[in-house]
T-cell receptor
Framework: NAGVTQTPKFQVLKTGQSMTLQCAQD?????MYWYRQDPGMGLRLIYY???????DKGEVPNGYNVSRLNKREFSLRLESAAPSQTSVYFC????????????????FGPGTRLTVL | GDSVTQMEGPVTLSEEAFLTINCTYT??????LFWYVQYPGEGLQLLLK???ADDKGSNKGFEATYRKETTSFHLEKGSVQVSDSAVYFC????????????WGLGTSLAVNP
């Protein structure tokens, strides 16, 4: 199993350009997440998808859109990139079996390092 | 709302020293608690977890005990190695938050030979 994969690993954009970050998982997980990681700010949730066909905003959704393409894939789109979106982006997935599960371990991809000039 | 507070880093230790990274939480009900580790240039991976009060999670020589009376989940290791140099994140999951993870800010650990 590859786990959670992300593409690309690195990307440099100019202000105003658009791009899509791709994420796929092969663990048959229901839930998927997009985070950004900035120095001194830990992990911040951008969007998540509790199950196929649903998406919800996290803490910092402005400037981003997501698509849960199918159970495996969850993409993050920057329509008009800004320097403030320079960050490391992580995708994660979890089983998300509902309210009766005692835990919700998340599995992370290796990250995409994005620089917006 | 729910929250997690970790001790600020960076923490710098010599090899074989004892490690404690403090984590306290605020939550209603009975959350599950986690420690994740991020090695340089990599994504996060689960280090250990505990799902109910008084549970002890352990892995790779690290331990943490879920203390409901003090709302704490401190990470400890008796003898650190250079390879333990990483950033450590404490997190909680609670039914009231749709089981999303609530994260601490992370604590950077550097272990010198």
């Amino acid at each position: 199993n590859a786990g959670v994969t992300q593409t690309p690993k690195f990307q440099v954009l100019k202000t105003g350009q658009s791009m899509t970050l791709q994420c796929a998982q092969d663990m048959n997980h229901n839930s998927m997440y997009w985070y950004r990681q900035d120095p001194g700010m830990g992990l911040r949730l951008i969007y998540y998808s509790a199950s196929e066909g649903t998406t919800d905003k996290g803490e910092v959704p402005n400037g981003y859109n997501v698509s849960r393409l199918n159970k495996r894939e969850f993409s993050l789109r920057l329509e008009s990139a800004a320097p403030s979106q320079t960050s490391v982006y992580f995708c994660a997935s979890s089983e998300g079996q509902g309210i009766y599960r005692a835990d919700n371990e998340q599995f992370f991809g290796p990250g995409t390092r994005l620089t917006v000039l | 709302g729910d929250s997690v507070t970790q001790m600020e880093g960076p923490v710098t230790l010599s090899e074989e020293a004892f490690l404690t990274i403090n984590c306290t939480y605020t939550a209603t009900g009975y959350p599950s608690l986690f420690w994740y580790v991020q090695y340089p240039g990599e994504g996060l991976q689960l280090l250990l977890k505990a799902t109910k009060a008084d549970d002890k999670g352990s892995n790779k020589g690290f331990e943490a005990t879920y203390r409901k009376e003090t709302t704490s989940f401190h990470l400890e290791k008796g003898s650190v190695q250079v390879s333990d140099s990483a950033v450590y994140f404490c997190a909680l999951s609670n039914a009231g938050n749709n089981r999303k993870l609530i994260w601490g800010l992370g604590t950077s650990l550097a272990v010198n030979p």
